[in-house]
DNA sequence: ATAGCTGCAAATGCTTTGCAAGGCC
DNA sequence: GGCCTTGCAAAGCATTTGCAGCTAT
């Protein structure tokens, strides 16, 4: 068991990353910084990269990945990406149309069908097809 | 008031609607799709057409919403809109760029910068601004 | 020394489920 | 009559919160 061992070998790149961001280099975010950061492009929920720290030895609550992957997303080291419904949101229109979304006030507006156009759409991964393609336009308040 | 009196002016239409989509046209759901379809595309989420509907003076439970409306989205009566996230993903990616997102097995794939184009996105309603604009691929099995 | 972090457990909010009673054909 | 629906209350899940104790600077 390696238990208690630095889990990564390049912990002062992490470190500094978070420094510059201006967030304090604790164990536990220079632990998860590493883990996001040292390979490529990746995606992770709250709950795999906390069992991607428990993998390896690391221990974090769940409620302190939470924090900080919102804080990483905070200051720009991380997107979010929405896929799933945390309110289902149901549309009488049944065009091939796009919304505006208003995340200050949860505000909904179509956007005609024959507006926007999506084009340069990469064939989808092989034994796939695609079901539809959605956009969605975020707008916040000046 | 008109509390307790039948909501809807055209309960026949509803009515038709569903039987040709193949549901029975009991009570709550004819109300519902009267309060849906009658006026212009509009947006709702479960609560708020609850609420509706108890201002109509009609008695529906929150979970028989709920039912219908998934069953109104199964037989192409409506369409669901997601744009709250109910699980968070957070990509290390930090470029303009899209996902497919298999809704099966939830997995996420990025499509690289540059393959998509979005053109043709309208002004953002006064007083607010773009701050960005989401586009996701969903693929299902073959 | 001290402001900021972490971890636990309880709480939250939306959605789903199980099951008995009721309604439509 | 028989199968589908409804309604209630309880359960489920991901995420958030409150607060005491710990830690980086």
Redesign the pocket.
Known sequence: MTAGKTPGMEPEKA?ARL?TAG???????VALADLLFRQGDRHV???SLHGEAKAVGC??????????L??FTEVGLLQQVVVE????YFDTNLGDHQHFYDEEDGALTDIPAGTIAVSGVPAPPEGTQIARVDVVVRITRN
């Open positions: 470190s420094r967030l304090r280099p604790t164990r536990q975010r929920t709250a709950e221990k974090v609550s769940l409620a302190t990945v939470y924090n900080t919102h804080q419904a945390a309110r289902f």
